[in-house]
């Protein structure tokens, strides 16, 4: 039974860390689109094609370029020493990297979470042997049993490392399974939140401070509800406009889940390219007058600071 809330600057919690507490600490969106990204290559190929949103994914800065979602936690602490932990590396990981990390000075990857063991979740794991190769000794992953055996049949090589052929270099990873109890990442509380995935199957969302952070839901139980309220900023997937999905809100459902959770700020993820960013921007800016909802989709390299 996970425990409810995460005390915030809660010294007891921070003992890994020793006695230097957090300076400074911001959330950056390395991804915000869908597992197929945006463009989809059908769109910009098709001599019959209408889709608006593609084409102007191509130009460069445009908030309609989406990688696989994924969240950097990056904490500054007193000494100047920063943690970054990641949530999700899937099959965009790397060129989200190339285009984030020197931008955020991100040298090492001192954890990975993993919601759910889906392509856009992990497809990137073999990229991350740049890291354990050249950048620091090993990675430590968060995830539950169920993924990592997902995971071990993906990428056989990087779980049972006897089954390398050598040349090249794999990744050193170190798993770390995970059930719904928090855990410390890199001494940050994570609180796992339990979401339907589509029907009967559950994948994670994670509370840390005052965030809450689900990329991948279609159903959020009233016990992980509880386990949100009081949430200064809430990020949940919507995949597009109105046609439901199995394992996805849409956007509607989205409004709805925020409403019903309450945070202060709500920010939307994993968008197709139906979504055409700034219209529906400021279609939903609206609601903030009629509903007194804060309510809008994220972008790929947006930051926000954060109290952690
Ligand atoms: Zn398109
Ligand atoms: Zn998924």
Redesign the pocket.
């Known amino acids: 039974m996970p425990i409810s809330g995460t005390p915030k600057n809660n010294s007891s919690l921070d003992s890994d860390v020793g006695a230097n507490s957090v300076a400074k600490a911001r959330i950056v969106f390395l991804g915000t689109g869908t597992?197929e990204g945006v463009p989809r290559v059908s769109c910009l190929t098709s001599p019959d094609s209408n889709c608006p949103v593609c084409p102007d994914a191509l130009k460069p800065g445009s908030p309609n370029r989406r990688r696989n979602t994924s969240l950097l936690i990056q904490r500054e602490f007193d000494d100047g020493r920063k943690s970054n932990i990641v949530i999700d590396a899937g099959k965009f990981f790397y060129e989200s990297a190339i285009q984030l990390f020197p931008k955020f000075d991100v040298r090492t990857i001192d954890a990975l979470v993993i919601t759910?063991a889906?392509a856009?979740?992990v497809g990137g794991f073999d990229d991350l042997r740049d890291w354990t190769n050249n950048a620091q000794e090993s990675l430590p992953i968060y995830l539950r049993e169920v993924d990592l055996q997902v995971v071990e049949q993906l990428f056989y090589y990087l779980v049972d490392r006897s089954k390398q052929t050598g040349g090249g270099g794999v990744a050193k990873l170190n798993f770390e399974t995970i059930d719904s109890s928090p855990f410390r990442a890199d001494g940050l509380e994570l609180t796992p939140l339990p979401v339907e995935?589509g029907k009967n199957w559950e994948?994670f969302g994670y509370r840390f401070g005052d965030v809450s952070y689900i990329s991948?839901a279609s159903h959020i139980s009233e016990e992980t509800a509880e386990l949100i309220r009081g949430s200064e900023i809430l990020v949940v997937d919507a995949l597009r406009p109105a046609r439901t999905h199995g394992?996805h809100f849409t956007v509607e459902q989205a409004i709805d889940q925020a409403l019903r959770l309450g945070a202060e700020r709500t920010l939307l993820v994993d968008a197709t390219h139906d979504i055409d960013h700034v219209p529906v921007n400021t279609e939903l800016a609206k609601l903030k007058d009629s509903e007194g909802l804060d309510i809008q989709y994220a972008y790929d390299g947006l930051d926000i600071e954060v109290e952690l």
């Open positions: 597992s759910h889906h856009d979740a995935h994948c991948d394992t």
